[in-house]
């Protein structure tokens, strides 16, 4: 019987957005619903932008809306569909 290797995969840390603040041109913004948000932070992992942070674990995610291109990618990637885009107002 063969011993168990374990194996360790390499998880890059977003850190703050390399395109800057986002300004007054976004259309949409993430919304979540935290009743629905099973904390799986898909979200977070995807964000091109670094624009989601979770503080601690365990904890909901959270948007940085000053870096938040509103590309929608982390509503796409939401297995329970707690996110959606809105329109900016």
Known sequence: M???ERVLIPVSKPTSGVAGKTGAWRIFKPVVDY??????????ISCPDSAIVV???????????????????????????AIKMVEEG
């Open 35 to 44: 009743n629905k948000c099973i904390k799986c932070y898909q979200c977070y």
């Open 2 to 4: 063969r011993d168990k």
């Open 55 to 81: 503080e601690k674990v365990n904890d909901y995610p959270k948007w940085l809306y000053e870096y938040c291109k509103g590309c929608g990618i982390c509503a796409n990637v939401c297995p329970p569909k």
